[in-house]
């Protein structure tokens, strides 16, 4: 069975950090783009950092930079990302994805650049 499987979110306060995990099993993620999405409450899922195959490209949506930071390890077939500073705001479901897109694609234009795996997604709640 083909699946991506998400976890490290959590209850967290502001100023706080978490991992997110994003490990595949039944493919390989060699050859894919990787990103990771959110969706908050009555708000439309966004892309939140995407990665290139090789870990060479990467890209962050300008509310995250300098706070999220992507990353890869093909021998585990994991994704990662890396949330520090977080703020109420980055309250939401966390979904990776994979796809064979460029990452400024698949992160900025899902709609027309659409992942062909997705996870079943980990809440990640930002409170005091």
């Known amino acids: 069975q083909l699946q991506l499987v998400e976890s490290g979110g959590g209850l967290v306060q502001p100023g706080g950090s978490l991992r997110l995990s994003c490990a595949a099993s039944?493919?390989?993620?060699?050859?894919?783009?990787i990103g990771w999405f959110r969706q908050a409450p009555g708000k439309e899922r966004e892309g939140v950092s995407c990665?290139?195959?090789?870990?060479?490209?990467?890209n962050y949506a300008d509310s995250v930079k300098g706070r999220f930071t992507i990353s890869r390890d093909n021998a585990k077939n994991t994704v990662y990302l890396q949330m520090n500073s977080l703020r109420p705001e980055d309250t939401g479901v966390y979904y990776c994805?994979?796809?064979?897109?460029?990452?400024?694609?698949?992160?900025?234009?899902?709609?027309?650049?659409?992942?062909?795996?997705w996870g079943q997604g980990t809440q990640v709640t930002v409170s005091a």
């Open positions: 994805a994979a796809g064979p897109w460029a990452v400024q694609n698949m992160c900025r234009e899902t709609s027309k650049y659409s992942p062909d795996y």
């Open positions: 039944g493919f390989t993620l060699d050859y894919k783009a």
């Open positions: 990665i290139s195959s090789d870990g060479d490209s990467t």
